[in-house]
């Protein structure tokens, strides 16, 4: 059998030997409820605290208070359906759907905020609508999971701060690639741990001092009474030892792998790509124009190659990406765009035999 290559690291990135060892290692910890009172019990609550210290380390802060959840999209949910105040939530049509469909479900009104054709949020736009006055907060990605573009957060924080509007920025994909100090005026962030090499099931909401949210899932007081159900200790444990052994030099590396495999895609297969501006160096999003997006899975997939179309999220849908769909372009790059996104093993990888790989398989 063909040896399979894996461009699909923004749906799932796999658990890097750090996290695999971090786990092993607990695994051998007595089995044991962080919320018992007996000595097992206070030894997993000390090994909870000590991962949420290291989450609250990778975002560069010392205050604030780190929910534990089940995923990004959990933590997404939390903040956006248990926001407290009145008045108009601000977010875009580019978000992850864990942020836009929750959005179009709140019982309060929603405002989209504009972008440009290449997937960046408008810097004026958002002046206009903090100049309205009547927003309960923001709710923005710091970068694109599906074209890998990267908004300018300090500079939107900045605004936010000004105007005394509350933030929440969806991190997913950047904390534990990329540096990601918390800017003034960001008063929330979500995390996810499967996009950094650590384990599926964790993710993380951070909330700045002052800042709170009503509680999503209700029974207990677990996670100060934000999060009821018994904490997932070995999750949170895994999460911070991908953080903590977070690799950005290797995650920095892949742009110019990036560059030259798409760079070598468009000018063998006329493939255009989709997302323009600062973007995460490991992502690209092309149109494979001619052919359906579908199509040119499933052919790279019996070639041995794992690439996808919008968000993992949505898999199994044979409709196009409400992200692609937002950007305004024709129907052909619309329905032929798909995704590669690279990892750390592949920042020396020769993108020659793979651009022949992949016009073999789509001839």
């Given amino acids: 059998m063909t040896d399979r290559i894996y461009l699909d690291h923004n749906a799932c990135s796999p658990m890097t030997p750090a996290v695999v060892g971090a786990l092993r290692a607990a695994l051998d910890a007595p089995p044991c409820n962080a919320g018992s009172v007996h000595a097992e019990g206070q030894g997993a609550r000390a090994r909870l605290e000590r ?20 995923g990004a999209t959990e933590a997404n949910n939390l903040v956006l359906r248990g926001w407290q105040g009145d008045g108009a939530l601000l977010t875009s049509m580019l978000e992850h759907p864990s942020v836009r469909v ?38 923005v990605m710091a970068a694109n999971n599906e074209l890998g573009t990267r908004n300018p ?3 939107i924080a900045a605004r936010c ?13 950047v904390v534990g690639r990329l540096p990601f100090d918390v800017p003034d005026g960001v008063t929330a962030v979500t995390m996810s741990a499967h996009k ?3 384990p599926i099931g964790v993710g ?28 997932d200790v070995l999750g949170a444990i895994g999460m911070a030892a991908a953080f903590t052994h977070a690799d950005h030099d290797a995650w920095a590396a892949l742009a110019p792998v990036r560059d030259a495999l798409e760079c070598a895609l468009v000018e063998t297969l006329g493939c255009v790509v989709n997302g323009a501006g600062p973007r995460l160096p490991n992502t690209t999003n ?45 129907d052909a790059r619309t329905r032929s765009a798909v995704r590669i996104s690279l990892g750390p093993e592949h920042v020396a990888l020769d993108v020659a035999p793979l651009v022949d790989r992949i016009s073999n398989a789509l001839r």
């Avoid at 996808?308 to 950007?327: H, K, R, Y």
């Fill in 51 to 70: 991962a949420r210290r290291a989450v609250k380390q990778a975002l560069g802060v010392r205050g604030g208070r780190v929910v534990f959840t089940s």
């Fill in 102 to 139: 929750v959005a179009e479900e709140l019982d309060r009104a929603v405002r989209w905020l504009a972008h440009d054709a290449g997937g960046l949020l408008e810097l004026d736009a958002l002046d206009a609508a903090l100049a309205a006055g009547d927003l309960a907060g923001v709710s």
């Fill in 153 to 155: 957060i300090a500079a």
């Fill in 161 to 173: 701060a000004a105007a005394g509007v509350p933030l929440h920025v969806d991190a997913a994909q």
């Fill in 196 to 198: 950094c090499g650590g």
């Fill in 204 to 231: 993380a909401l951070w909330m700045r001092d002052g800042f709170d949210v009503d509680a999503l899932i209700r029974g207990g007081h677990q996670e100060r009474g934000r999060r009821a159900g018994t904490e």
């Fill in 286 to 330: 092309l149109s494979f124009v001619g052919r359906d997006a579908e199509e040119v899975i499933q052919a790279l997939d019996l070639a041995g190659i794992a690439v996808s179309a919008g968000s993992a999220c949505t898999a199994g849908s044979i409709d196009v990406s409400p992200v692609i769909a937002a950007l305004g372009l024709d």
